[in-house]
């Protein structure tokens, strides 16, 4: 079954931190992705790439940096974190030939106080 | 039903009822996904469908879509206590998809 692992799994920072949220899948994925979820807007998209070094953004990427370094690991960056930016997060992961069929990871809880 | 800036609906029904739950979306869209969230993990693809479906059954599970209204439908038949979650459509916008706001199911045993 495919795997999706994020990490860590609870973060609290300040306003103003920085923050890097990894994600690694074993699927052989070539699409990753990156969401935030909030109540009720339900899962919005942030970045997403389609390989290693590759990055494209989402419906909502204002404050986030992301970076695909391999096939396997995708990471988002946020480099002065805002208490707006207190969500869930997810990350995906999708084979090119049915892109829209997505595996989840377990989420990563930020909170910016 | 659910999408973009709809609220989220909540249901509670009892076990072994029926139940239905839909979803509209705002753009042509090739093929609809329904996922499901328990508490604490994230969504998992249930069923999807494609546009040239009007319906697909898995199990218990019945998506419908109506490319003419751009909308869809999934059925749960039979509920059990482990229903309870979040329901989420998706429909690819484009190059990637967008997802409902949510409809959140409980079953009370």
């Known amino acids: 079954e495919a795997a999706v692992t994020q990490s860590p799994r609870n973060k609290v920072t300040v306003t103003g931190g920085n923050v890097t949220l990894s994600c690694r899948q074993t699927?052989?994925?070539?699409?990753m992705y990156w969401y935030r979820q909030d109540t009720g807007h339900g899962l919005r998209l942030i970045h997403y790439?389609?390989?290693?070094?590759?990055?494209q953004i989402g419906d909502v990427p204002d404050g986030y940096k992301a970076t695909r370094t391999t096939q396997e690991d995708f990471f988002l960056l946020l480099e002065l974190a805002s208490p707006s930016q207190t969500s869930l997060y997810f990350c995906?992961?999708?084979?090119?030939?049915?892109?829209?069929?997505?595996?989840f990871g377990p989420g990563t809880r930020l909170t910016v106080l | 039903s659910q999408w973009g800036e709809e609220n989220l609906q909540a249901l509670s029904i009892q076990e072994g009822e029926d139940v239905t739950m839909n979803c509209s979306y705002k753009?042509?869209?090739?093929?609809v996904q329904w996922y499901r969230q328990k508490s604490g993990k994230g969504p998992a693809l249930i069923i999807l469908?494609?546009?040239?479906?009007r319906e697909k059954r898995s199990g218990r599970l019945r998506a419908t879509l109506d490319t003419s209204s751009q909308s869809s439908s999934l059925s749960i038949t039979g509920t059990l206590a482990t229903d309870t979650a979040v329901y989420f459509c998706?429909?690819?916008?484009?190059?990637?998809?967008?997802f409902g706001t949510g409809t959140k199911l409980q079953v009370v045993p």
């Open positions: 995906a992961s999708s084979d090119g030939g049915r892109r829209f069929e997505q595996y």
């Open positions: 699927n052989s994925h070539n699409y």
């Open positions: 790439s389609y390989g290693a070094g590759n990055l």
């Open positions: 753009t042509y869209t090739t093929v």
């Open positions: 469908i494609r546009s040239n479906e």
């Open positions: 998706a429909a690819n916008s484009g190059t990637y998809q967008r």
